[in-house]
């Protein structure tokens, strides 16, 4: 296990709602990414967060919007929710390893279906 | 064109098998490679980071060409317990991964 863990594990919501999800990062990882997983597609690049501030964002639109706090854990909510929101999210911690290489560690994924 | 491309599959294969899958990069910056296995409906769990000399973890070996910009991916003896999906990804230093959209593998008896 990574040690990485998300809540909730399903959420079913309508469209125009919002929701939250949270991430708690393995201990001692300072950096948290999370990415959205469309069915048969590569998990997207949504944001990452370093020390508590926004450290990249990748093609989503402000709706989606996140924070880090200072146990590292994260949280990342989106308004308005779309049919095409629906997806598998997941969030990654990230650890320098003795190898020198950044590498990232996912949780189980938060499944969403917005109807 | 993909930041990072992988043929999708499937690769239907008997026990016993080698496969190779490789994927291609297009940022020349890039400087982690990763390969991951997806098991359906789970998350991408990492098989093996990529280094510059080669690399090898038990029946897995993996290779980076930086001049041609691929890394690639070689299982001998596929097992059932193989047949999963796997991911390549790239980044640059802390940056976030970038994944191509996945190979599929079943392996069969």
């Known amino acids: 296990e990574t040690g990485v863990t998300q809540s909730p594990t399903h959420l079913i919501k309508t469209r125009g709602q919002q929701v939250t999800l949270r991430c708690s990062s393995q201990s001692g990882h300072n950096t948290v990414s999370w990415y959205q997983q469309a069915l048969g597609q590569g998990p997207q690049f949504i944001f990452q967060y370093y020390r508590e501030e926004e450290n990249g964002r990748g093609n989503f639109p402000p709706r989606f919007s996140g924070l880090q706090f200072p146990n590292y854990s994260s949280e990342l909510n989106v308004n308005a929710l779309e049919l095409d929101d629906s997806a598998l999210y997941l969030c990654?911690?990230?650890?320098?390893?003795?190898?020198?290489?950044?590498?990232?560690?996912f949780g189980p994924g938060t499944r969403l279906l917005v109807l | 064109r993909k930041e990072v491309e992988q043929d999708p599959g499937p690769f239907n294969v008997p026990e016993g098998a080698t496969v190779a899958f490789n994927c291609t990069y297009s940022?020349?910056?890039?400087?982690?490679f990763f390969w991951y296995r997806q098991d359906c409906r789970k998350e991408p769990k990492l098989l093996m980071s990529?280094?510059?000399s080669g690399n090898e973890d038990g029946r897995f070996t993996a290779q980076l060409n930086r001049a041609s910009q691929y890394i690639s991916l070689l299982i001998r003896d596929s097992k059932l317990s193989d047949s999963a999906t796997y991911l390549c990804a790239v980044n640059v230093g802390r940056r976030a991964l970038t994944f191509g959209s996945g190979t599929r593998l079943q392996v069969q008896p």
């Open positions: 990529v280094y510059s």
């Open positions: 990654a911690s990230s650890l320098l390893g003795t190898d020198r290489l950044w590498t990232q560690y």
């Open positions: 940022n020349s910056a890039s400087q982690s």
